[in-house]
């Protein structure tokens, strides 16, 4: 069935405390969404981030982010008073999220929170711990051990404590006991938090599509709890990290420094590990895009300790029987497959065999060096069509940055005259051809339907600084907008 969404991250939500979360702005953006005529709302991973504030870097595939945890319904619970809000410093402005801020003020809000809360002696607390018993103890401890080492990576933490040591964890399950209660505390408040906000959205007619990164950060629960489950020697090293080869975008490639699974192991398992992971993610969304989807059919191993990717190969992933196992366990999901970048023979054949849409992306489609894969007239109606991703510059500015001659196949291909110089017409021009293809899914970026410039821009890969950072500004879709979006929306049949 033909249809369309909009994707925005949940820390661009317009919020008076700093960051986007599930509060009424968040409830007002679903009801903005039926406004424009849209049946989904694609989102990024909603971890609790870390070193760089990247979504797919994140100290557990488990747990939600506390950032995102509503602290006007925590005061509406009785647990935080208006005045502390009022005098909470939680931002610089509305355009931009300051994580220090974040990180150093909502922190004691949250701590306060939960020391009024008496949750623990709630059944529904109980539920929860024990729905989510195989994570949830681990993942606290892995928190409070880390706040203990000043956010050190477990990798430098004392052998008894890197290593597991039964004595050395029972001794931190004792000491550290409130704030383990603490982080099991947020991560019930945010599941808490995100389902009646889900439910809103599902009630009104809207989808969530998820976001679920194939690797998990090195310096993560996931890692520490379950080193058997990736490429790790004895000692808890990596043997090889995840990145990408040298292309023609990057001489030396991408070292993004995940560890990789030991896929073996996990056949010998039945893939137990991903089915909960997966089932996770089903819990919190109705669709999940899985990023890096080539890496099941093979991926880029790069010796731990080299300084680039040069030096990598490629190896063998787990190909069809992880999703095949999915499908037995699990029965068949909704899942879109992140296929972008050169692809392979047998990654296509590997899509697909799973019958998963893959995605094409607007911006990739103009190349005057080669006939391109992402022009409209070639799309297969399963997949799902972008103008653009978290990690593309916004439409309004793709334009500025084109060459000439990708900026001529592009005004050739939408029948445009030469120069066409009006940015904000030529974003409207993609959003209508999307919109129009045969795609299944049509999703844009919230940035590209405000026409909004390079600031807006959400992420650059393989940089570090100015990223994750944008937020929309508050009544940002104003009726006009809204009836635009939908009378288009109906139009193209979505």
Known sequence: ??????????????????????????????????????KYWQILPMGPTGYGDSPYQSFSTFAGNPYFISLDALAEAGWLTKEELAEA???????????????????????????????????????????????????????????AQNGASFLSWETELKMREGKA???????????????????????????????????????????????VALDSADTWAHPELFQFTEDREPKAVAGCPPDAFSETGQLWGNPLYDWPYHEKTGFSWWLSRIQNCFSWYDMVR???????????????????????????????????????????????AEDLGFLTDSVRELLAATGYPGM????????????????????????VVYTGTHDNQTTFEWWKELSKTDRDVALRYLNLPYPFVGRKKLTWQLITLAQRSVADLCVIPAQDYLCLPAT??????????FNWQWRMKKDAFDDKLCDKICRMTKLYGR
């Open 1 to 38: 069935m033909r249809a369309s969404g909009m994707l925005l991250p949940i820390s661009s939500i317009p919020s008076q405390y700093g960051i986007g979360c599930f509060d009424r702005q968040a409830y007002h953006f679903v009801d903005t969404l039926v406004r424009c005529g849209q």
């Open 89 to 147: 410093d939680l931002k610089d402005n509305d355009n931009y999220v300051n994580y220090e801020k974040q990180y150093k003020n909502r922190f004691p809000l949250l701590k306060r929170a939960f020391e009024r809360s008496n949750i623990g002696e709630t059944e529904e607390f109980r539920s929860f711990c024990e729905r989510n018993r195989d994570w949830l103890p681990d993942y606290a401890l892995f928190m409070a051990i880390k706040d």
């Open 169 to 215: 964890l029972e001794r931190c399950r004792k000491e550290y006991k409130e704030e383990i209660e603490f982080y099991i505390f947020l991560q019930y408040e945010f599941d808490r938090q995100w389902k009646q906000l889900k439910k809103y959205a599902n009630d009104k007619g809207i989808q969530i599509i998820g976001d679920i990164p194939i690797y």
């Open 290 to 336: 899985i990023d890096h989807f080539r890496g099941f059919d093979e991926y880029y191993a790069i010796p731990y300790g080299e300084e680039t990717a040069v030096n990598g190969a490629w190896e063998k992933g787990p190909g069809i029987q992880l999703f095949d196992k999915i499908n037995e366990i699990l029965g068949e999901q909704q899942i879109i």
């Open 360 to 383: 094409k992306v607007l911006q990739f489609a103009f190349d005057s060096r080669e006939d391109s894969d992402y022009m409209p007239h070639k799309y297969p109606s399963n997949c």
């Open 456 to 465: 807006a821009r959400i992420n650059t890969p393989s940089t570090l600084g």
